[in-house]
């Protein structure tokens, strides 16, 4: 049903998005039984994960969900109950069926086939788990979902209602004075009322299960003047004409058990024992109507102290009312939104501060005093602006916990793919995002994390030979630094072979065979379109779709990444990214005549050059001073074709810039206009990528400015010769 | 009949579901996550009966209906436990913990109506 009006198709599409959650729970509750945790929370976290899957499921009727969810928790509860001691092997198992339970929740929550035979293979595996226990422990196959949807059992009372034509009922309406005769001999204890059972209740619903003759016995009722209140005189006798057979009469009396004295017998030759002063009352099952039917009100004394607690006081609908309302709500207050709803906010926001630069701009240039009304009512406006805009990206900020937790499921899969015994570790889930963000970088982190376990880590026989434990560790960082945020994928594997990287992308000539690299820039070699190291091409990572596409992406997102790689040691990919993909905070600068804007935090420094500041290392390379070091530099008119090279740069304004791999540089810039808030505005497809340009905006005097990712720009440049890096080195 | 309700559930679906099934009869509908949730909730209101789910953190069912008894002025209100379970076991324990009446999930929407309505009516 897609319904949108239909209240159970919300729900359940609730259901789905409840069921991540728990699946999410259910991964860190795995998570931390592998590491050891012997905290029994953990065990009833991931069991309740499950089981909470499987009661949602069942409600809709989502069977194989059910099955698998039923039997996967059934093993769970084995473990909880420390019948089963689960090893390392047994954690893999549990981990392969959260990772199919989840495949089985989309595919419930997209309509898709279900994965029936890995659902059998994996209960199979489960179950073999449980191969010792004692059988009647372990009933996977009792659980029936959808059969009856309710077992109350307190019997239905639906034959009593029968007579509206709305009553249905799960067992066969009684035949007309067909079946067995009953005696059944009820006498309560005082604790029978403390469970908010009463005989009425009891009486009645055993009456609904056929013909019924109720006597209740008076004689053990005392004068009223010896009469104690909270103890129960009465006993009642059914004559009961029915065709359900006595389990059925004994459920009746389930929740009482012990808690009331019970005899039920056929009726035979026996006659009903002599009960004093009783008094009979005649009870027809279906048109009865509760008020009508038992004796307990009868007898006031017996249930009297009981029954008035339990009574409801009368529901008073005024006073309290808008308390309860506020409670209804539940305890916490979160409010599910459309994404739809939030991008237009963030839409609209970003033209509000548009339109507070524009503000900005006219009234500077209206020349009003700082101190003026209205220029301190603008003040005030760009604080809110601010205020207001960082709220709305704090909407949009989600924990990368989710995103990780589907890279461990990579880790999983990919590291069984090649046979080897792999770890991941992460570190800093919490770390919020925007959400576009998020989701854009699933693709690129699968990516990274594959390459990680299929290139980066060695076999663990290699792993064995260079005295490493033969488990590999994958680790996954995610942490803010300086208004970005990093994540970083890193190996303790045996790092880049950069003699074989080079000699690879000289032969498919990629780099031509003289030039001498770094280290830094063979490492970067890995970026290039088609670059695989691998000698044999692996079905995991493939060909093809390299690293070059995973740059492209993280590039897409405003973001950059980085290789650090130690022989031996390993390898580490960083990707640091904007924190968000709608604002940014600028510096606007001129160059050439054009307006430019780089973001602020790349700008270390801003330098005025002197005459002697400048050296040149060969034509067109260009190093500055400082501070008794040397920057290389670069102009930036000249970088982008906005105007020729220029003989000197005195005068001219340069800022520092700090690169990914620490090193600096310096960009030569005509003069700095400002410094404020961009809206980022992506260039769409039809531009052609030209390399620098990260996207546009529009600053306060309506005027279009692109917006420069430095590093891009200088990584576009070419690199420095290996003795200009010498140079250039410690600074 | 006109019911108020307390739900204790930790899942948000049955939750819902309880309130889409009750709601509609006109009950009044109260909310919580868990034992300690729910007696939180029940600070406030005065049910006339009060479902509970038997599996929840914190505080799970069994602890809730034990605490819910033990306040004398609830001693007498009909507590129905809705949850999976189905062992003998678990349902003497919620009985022994004072426990009115038994509904396996998944529930009919009119059979839990009924089922309140005769616990409580």
């Known amino acids: 049903m897609t319904d949108h009006n239909d209240p159970m198709a919300e729900i359940k599409a609730s259901f789905f998005i409840e069921c991540e959650e728990l699946l999410e729970s259910l991964q860190d509750g795995l998570q931390e039984m592998d590491e050891g945790s012997e905290d029994p929370e953990t065990i009833n976290v991931v069991f309740r994960a499950v089981h909470s899957i499987k009661g949602g499921a069942g409600a809709f009727g989502l069977e194989e969900l059910v099955r698998f969810a039923h039997r996967y928790e059934t093993v769970l ?27 089985l929740v989309r595919a419930s929550r997209d309509d898709l086939p279900m994965p029936v035979a890995e659902s059998d293979r994996l209960l199979t595996s489960l179950e073999a788990l449980l191969g010792d226990l004692p059988d009647e422990e372990v009933r996977p196959e009792d ?70 003759t109720v006597t209740c016995d008076l004689s053990d009722l005392p004068s009223l003047d010896r009469l104690a209140p909270e103890t129960p005189y009465l006993c009642w006798t059914i004559s009961l004409s029915t065709t359900s057979d006595e389990g059925e009469l004994r459920e009746v009396f389930e929740f009482v058990d012990g808690l009331c004295e019970l005899s039920i017998r056929r009726a035979g030759a026996a006659p009903l024992e002599a009960a004093g002063q009783a008094r009979t009352l005649e009870i027809a099952p279906p048109p009865a109507t509760p008020a009508a039917v038992p004796a307990p009100e009868a007898a006031p004394p017996q249930s009297a102290p009981a029954l008035t607690d339990a009574a409801p006081p009368p529901v008073e609908d005024g006073a309290d009312t808008p308390a309860r309302k506020s409670k209804e709500t539940g305890a916490k207050s979160v409010v599910r939104v459309d994404l739809e709803r939030i991008e237009r906010l963030v839409n609209l926001v970003g033209e509000l501060v548009i339109n507070q630069a524009m503000l900005s701009q006219s009234l500077g240039e209206a020349g009003l005093s700082p101190h003026s009304d209205a220029m301190n009512g603008l003040e005030e406006f760009q604080r809110l602006t601010r205020d207001i805009q960082d709220s709305v990206m704090m909407i949009r900020a989600q924990p990368v916990k989710s995103l990780f937790q589907r890279m461990s499921r990579i880790v999983r899969e990919s590291s069984a793919a090649v046979r080897k015994d792999v770890r991941l570790v992460t570190e800093g889930e919490s770390t919020e995002v925007d959400k576009t963000v998020i989701e854009r970088l699933a693709d690129p982190l699968t990516h990274m994390i594959r390459n990680s376990v299929d290139h980066g880590l060695e076999s663990p026989d290699s792993r064995r030979a260079a005295g490493k434990p033969p488990q590999g560790t994958v680790r996954l960082t995610a942490a803010h630094r300086s208004g970005r945020v990093v994540i970083e994928v890193s190996d303790d594997g045996g790092g880049i072979d950069r003699k074989k990287v080079h000699q690879v992308a000289i032969s498919k000539g990629l780099v031509p065979p003289d030039l001498p690299l770094s280290d830094n820039e063979i490492d970067n070699l890995l970026f290039l379109p088609g670059f695989s190291t691998a000698s044999q091409v692996s079905s995991l990572s493939g060909r093809g779709v390299g690293m070059d596409v995973v740059k492209t992406s993280i590039q897409s997102l405003g973001g950059r990444i980085s290789i650090q790689s130690e022989r031996g040691r390993g390898t580490t990919f960083s990707i640091s990214l904007p924190l968000t993909l709608a604002v940014l905070d600028g510096m606007v600068v001129n160059v050439a005549g054009e307006t430019l804007v780089l973001p602020l935090n790349v700008v270390v420094e801003t330098l005025s050059l002197g005459p002697d500041d400048v050296q040149m290392l060969r034509p067109g390379a260009h190093v500055v001073r400082v501070r008794g070091g040397f920057v290389p530099l670069y102009d930036l008119g000249v970088m982008l074709g906005y105007r020729p090279a220029r003989d000197t740069h005195q005068g001219a304004i340069v800022l520092l810039i700090s690169l990914d791999d620490g090193n600096r540089a310096a960009l030569v810039i005509d003069a700095i206009q400002d410094q404020r808030q961009v809206v980022i505005k992506g260039l769409d497809d039809s531009f052609y990528r030209a390399p620098g340009i990260a996207a546009a905006t529009i600053l306060g005097d309506g005027q279009i400015a692109l917006i420069l990712d430095p590093a891009d720009i200088i990584a576009a440049e070419g690199p420095l010769r290996g003795a200009e890096l010498a140079l250039t080195q410690g600074v | 009949m006109s019911l108020t309700v307390l739900a204790v559930d930790d899942s948000r679906t049955m939750r819902d579901m309880i309130r889409m099934a009750l709601l509609p009869a006109g009950f009044t509908v109260h909310v919580a996550e868990d034992g300690i949730d729910g007696l939180e909730v029940l600070d406030g209101i005065e049910p006339d009966a009060i479902i509970t789910d038997i599996n929840m953190p914190r505080m799970d069912g069994f602890g809730f209906i034990d605490a819910v008894r033990a306040q004398e002025r609830r001693r007498g209100v009909p507590i129905l436990v809705l949850t999976t379970e189905s062992a003998p076991e678990m349902k003497s324990r919620a009985r022994q913990a004072g426990a009115t009446g038994w509904i396996v999930k998944p529930f009919d929407p009119t059979k839990l109506v009924k089922a309140l309505q005769m616990v409580a009516g």
């Open chain 1, 77 to 103: 509860d084995e473990v909880r109950a420390h019948r089963l001691d689960a090893d390392s092997e047994a954690h893999k198992l549990f981990f392969a069926a959260a990772d199919h339970l989840s495949d």
């Open chain 1, 143 to 212: 659980f029936e979902p959808l059969g009856v949807t309710l077992s109350l059992d307190l019997p239905d009372l639906s034959d009593m209602e029968a007579a509206d034509g709305t009553g249905e009922t799960d067992h066969d309406a009684p035949a007309e004075a067909a079946g067995d005769g009953w005696i059944i001999r009820f006498k309560p204890e005082a604790e029978l009322f403390d469970t908010g059972n009463e005989p009425q209740m009891l009486i009645r619903n055993l009456c609904a299960l056929g013909e019924a």
